[in-house]
């Protein structure tokens, strides 16, 4: 079974074309990472597959069926630019509402799904801030609750994008610790990532985008300065041409 199979996917914005012609099948239980420059389309990519985005074409198979707005499979973890910070809620009740799928939006949390929040919490170490309001918690501790979220829908398959901006090492670390775990527990999770220095290390497949696909497949055979340079047209430089992920500096 794949997680995620895509054919001939084509989004626009207006005149725009921002993806075209994506192709790719990713197997259930792989750490993804979505990898290419600014504006390469990665959330985008995202966007479409969850069914944000009206202007597209192609199909999107989740689990080999098109997503049903009504599926509890996907959990999602969006930018921190994407999330206003002052609306008045606390840290417990952000992550209740990853609960609403299973328990109807109006309805009261029953004491089950509290404790799932809570542990929740506890899982990304944010237990003793369950009654911070969201807008006094550092940009760290602000990603911690967001994926304590996601965690609480208890998906299959989670799509996250760009965790790590704006996050400490020791949040990075925890992120990437959990990450690995849900892999282990036979989730698909997919990363927008930036890191080119971690991201051989942090994904097991790999998915260079470029406006297109320009390779996918497990890391090993697709984290290559070859593949990189396409979709980065050229512009990283390396600082030993043997092993492109581990000495990778960035872009010229």
């Not at 390469?40 to 989740?62: E, F, Y």
């Not at 109006?106 to 929740?120: N, V």
């Not at 704006?166 to 990363?191: H, M």
Request: proline residues 4%; aromatic residues 8%.
């Amino acid at each position: 079974m794949n997680a995620l199979q895509i054919k001939n996917l084509s989004v626009a914005y207006e005149d725009k074309i921002v993806l075209k012609d994506v192709n790719i099948s990713i197997p259930v239980g792989s750490l993804t990472g979505i990898i290419g420059p600014n504006g390469a389309g990665k959330s985008t990519l995202i966007k479409a597959i969850l069914n944000q985005l009206p202007n597209k074409t192609g199909t999107v198979h989740i689990l080999d069926r098109p997503l049903n707005p009504k599926d509890l499979i996907v959990g999602y973890v969006p930018q921190r630019n994407a999330v206003d910070w002052d609306f008045p809620t606390n840290a417990l009740d952000v992550v209740l509402m990853g609960r609403y799928g299973h328990i109807g939006l109006m309805k009261k949390p029953p004491a089950k799904d509290k404790q799932i929040a809570l542990d929740c919490l506890k899982n990304v170490g944010m237990e003793a801030f369950a009654d911070r309001s969201i807008g006094q918690l550092s940009g760290g501790q602000q990603q911690r609750v967001f994926l304590a979220r996601a965690l609480a829908q208890e998906a299959e398959i989670y799509f996250m994008d760009e965790p790590f901006v704006g996050v400490d090492a020791a949040t990075e670390r925890t992120i990437i610790s959990i990450l690995k775990d849900l892999k282990a527990q036979g989730k698909t999770v997919f990363v927008v990532h930036h890191d080119l220095q971690t991201a051989g290390d942090y994904f097991d497949w790999m998915i260079l985008l470029n406006k297109t696909i320009t390779a996918y497949g497990p890391t090993k055979q697709t984290f290559t300065q070859e593949n990189l340079q396409q979709a980065y047209g050229g512009k990283l430089f390396f600082m030993d041409q043997a092993k492109s992920n581990d000495n990778l500096v960035g872009e010229r």
